[in-house]
């Protein structure tokens, strides 16, 4: 592949069913036009050529978007320790500036979501219905993980606090 750059009016010439003879050599490694689209396009974007019915590669802006919405739920902001046990606690103001940019991602991302509740297209509605139903799976597998932990806690580590009386 050559250093060759997607402009957003190829790509729209390409999403509408135009032959674009600049796009012929990206389309070859279809992993490196995903990229080259999605650096170009925002989720907003995105979602703009998903939602318009004229679109002819509707389905192909669909998919991208599902992918980059759907990061919301593979990211959480975690606890302030380093990946190493043996590095301990992250420094404040380190914690709180990833916590901060996460958040700022997420927002972002969500007010995309938040704006496919708003269409009248019914598959953009029923993404954005499928989307926000996974939260219930979500919360009940942490939950579900959380009492786990807790069960193991009790059963293994918290054995060894078990008093033992010198007099026995």
Known sequence: MTQQTLTINALTRWAYGEECPELLELEEDPDAFD???CSLCDD???LDFAADR????RQYFAQLLATSLCWVYRVEL??????????????KAEFIGNAESLAEAIHKKSAVI??????EDDAIQALYK???DFR????????KLYYELIR????ESLQKFQCISPRA
């Open 35 to 37: 990229r080259e689209v």
């Open 152 to 155: 193991d806690l009790h059963s």
């Open 78 to 91: 975690g606890l302030p320790f380093h990946f190493s046990r043996l590095r301990g606690l992250m420094a």
């Open 130 to 132: 499928q989307i926000m």
């Open 114 to 119: 938040d704006r496919m509740r708003e269409t």
């Open 54 to 57: 004229s679109c002819a590669m």
């Open 136 to 143: 219930h799976r979500i919360t009940e597998h942490k939950s």
């Open 44 to 46: 907003d974007m995105l």
